[in-house]
């Protein structure tokens, strides 16, 4: 069987039970399964996080699209999100490069120019890695760590029926940008649709906010939207064991989406939820603590925070505002998804 015919989550799964990598250890407080790994030292003061990401050019990015510094920039901030999205902070980073052996040092340059700024912007340092040359298209993998308090450690599981979805920001903005930059190529995007274009290639990782989130001690379950809404949901779902019903009229569009989904002739609603690489923060919480919560967010950070759906005991599903009732449209997998 083709990987192309199980699919990304299908295919981890598989692996991770014959080989039986662990969910959890002596040591290991969360394995395999969620945004990232948790290890302890066995003190009761500190979490270490540990989160890897591989960007791969043809499939992940395409240099006549995104330059250099962004590129280096993207690469580091997608790992710091994993380090977000269970309330950490970034500490250290370790970043391995396969390159064709005819790229120029000037693009290598700006490669990593984008690459410390973003590890510097959110706290972390650069320590090490490894290099080696390529035969065909160039690959890197990041490796990111983060600390955090136990006590304000956030996982996947924990959303029970009746908790409120929450989502920051605005989701859709990036896949948007990616198709006007398919379309109209990036110094076009970049003069009329920045907004758009830098969602894409310089995404920023909720790292401040996710700290919020985690000191109120009230978020339940949380992840961060890399592979669109309708992937990422069902896998916070099935961390928790429960179902969801998303409020389509509760998505919050920005205006620049639905101008640029006009454009492209595309749904703007679908933009929205099959899009991916919006590293917005995707979470659970009690309808009780959700004024709290929002009031503590809105007085702390400029970012938007929007209720868009409840936990439910079983399915998954989207309601329209006529009442009626669809299946989420679903988004990014590696090996179902092909690069345009």
């Known amino acids: 069987m083709k990987l192309s015919e199980i699919g990304e989550e299908k295919l981890i799964a598989k692996l991770l039970k014959t080989h039986k990598i662990p969910a959890s250890a002596e040591y290991l407080p969360v394995g395999a399964g969620d945004d990232a790994a948790v290890i302890s030292s066995g003190s009761a003061c500190s979490y270490t996080i540990v989160a890897t990401d591989m960007l791969s050019e043809g499939i992940d990015y395409r240099d006549d699209i995104i330059t250099p510094y962004y590129l280096g920039w993207k690469s580091a901030a997608v790992n710091i999100s994993d380090i977000a999205a269970m309330g950490g902070s970034p500490t250290w980073t370790l970043v391995s490069l396969g390159f064709k052996q005819d790229t120029e040092f000037d693009y290598l340059e700006a490669f990593y120019t984008g690459l410390t700024d973003c590890c510097s912007k959110y706290g972390s340092v650069i320590i090490g890695g490894d290099m080696n040359s390529v035969i065909n298209e160039n690959t890197i993998s990041i490796t990111q760590m983060g600390s955090i308090e136990p006590k304000l450690l956030i996982r996947r599981s924990g959303a029970e029926p009746g908790d409120l979805l929450f989502v920051t920001g605005y989701i859709g903005q990036s896949r948007a940008g990616l198709e006007l930059l398919f ?99 995707l979470f659970a919480a009690a309808p009780g603590d959700a004024a709290s919560i929002i009031d503590i967010f809105s007085s702390s950070t400029d970012t938007p925070l929007h209720v868009i759906g409840e936990f439910t005991e079983n399915g998954l599903s989207i309601i329209h505002s006529d009442g009626s009732k669809g299946n989420l449209v679903s988004g990014w997998d590696h090996f179902h998804n092909k690069n345009s």
């Open 183 to 281: 379309k109209n190529g990036l110094q076009s995007v970049q003069s009329k649709y920045e907004t758009l274009m830098k969602a894409h290639i310089m995404p920023i990782p909720r790292v401040y906010e996710a700290n919020i989130l985690a000191k109120t001690k009230m978020v339940k379950a949380m992840m961060d939207v890399s592979d669109g809404l309708g992937s990422d949901l069902p896998k916070l779902c099935s961390a928790s064991g429960v179902g969801a019903s998303v409020y389509a009229e509760s998505i919050c569009l920005s205006e620049d989406l639905k101008r640029a989904a006009q454009e492209l002739k595309l749904n703007p609603l679908e933009i929205a939820i099959s899009g991916g690489e919006d590293f917005e923060l």
